[in-house]
T-cell receptor, first 110, second 116 residues
Framework: GESVGLHLPTLSVQEGDNSIINCAYS??????FIWYKQESGKGPQFIID?????DKRQGQRVTVLLNKTVKHLSLQIAATQPGDSAVYFC?????????FGAGTTVTVRA | ETGVTQSPTHLIKTRGQQVTLRCSSQ?????VSWYQQALGQGPQFIFQ???????GRGNFPPRFSGLQFPNYSSELNVNALELDDSALYLC???????????????FGEGSRLTVL
């Protein structure tokens, strides 16, 4: 399953499908954005970042999209795997402070 | 593994007590940030230390204080514990201090504090 546009607290995805996780950020002056993955019992782990002068950035199996007009970020995960099950947070940096958004719990169905 | 270690991993305190949490940053990193993560929520920024000085603080009362040592390790101290202080406390290290807009913070696995 995919979610487009709307932030959902949970997302259930069939293994092998693509996932889209959405996030709205709060500060229009923020100039740097990061996606983190947090597995149970662990600290957040950096996935990918994007600066405000870009609207798209690709990594390994992940793509981040930034829409500054509506203050929206999304993380796309290609070919979702069981190891992708975790809580995903977007975060924005403004004046050195890192502010995390509400997380999305992704569950991958076998 | 991130190279950031925190201790203790779990602890239980009672209201009114004081607690000290410790963090060893990744080798070569001179900046340490502390975050509080309540159950089911995202981490909230407490403060940041750069070269042994606090150089930024979130919306936390003065009973949350910290230190950074010459080897860049850090402590978080919380006095007069309240029930709402129960949370996972995360330490993150990075390089560059306040001006560094790097998202590549390296987080430890946290210290889970329960206040009864």
């Amino acid at each position: 399953g995919e979610s487009v546009g709307l932030h959902l607290p949970t997302l259930s995805v069939q293994e092998g499908d693509n996932s889209i996780i959405n996030c709205a950020y709060s500060n229009s002056a923020s100039d740097y954005f990061i996606w983190y993955k947090q597995e149970s019992g662990k600290g957040p782990q950096f996935i990918i970042d994007i600066r405000s002068n870009m609207d798209k950035r690709q990594g390994q199996r992940v793509t981040v999209l930034l829409n500054k007009t509506v203050k929206h970020l999304s993380l796309q995960i290609a070919a979702t795997q069981p190891g992708d099950s975790a809580v995903y947070f977007c975060a924005e940096i403004y004046d050195y402070k890192l502010s995390f958004g509400a997380g999305t719990t992704v569950t991958v169905r076998a | 593994e991130t190279g950031v270690t925190q201790s203790p991993t779990h602890l239980i305190k009672t209201r009114g007590q004081q607690v000290t949490l410790r963090c060893s940053s990744q080798s070569g990193h001179n900046t340490v940030s502390w975050y509080q993560q309540a159950l089911g929520q995202g981490p909230q920024f407490i403060f940041q230390y750069y070269r042994e000085e606090e150089n930024g603080r979130g919306n936390f009362p003065p009973r949350f204080s910290g230190l950074q040592f010459p080897n860049y390790s850090s402590e978080l101290n919380v006095n007069a514990l309240e029930l709402d202080d129960s949370a996972l406390y995360l330490c993150a290290s990075s390089l560059g201090g306040r001006t560094a807009n790097t998202g590549e913070l390296f987080f430890g696995e946290g210290s889970r504090l329960t206040v009864l």
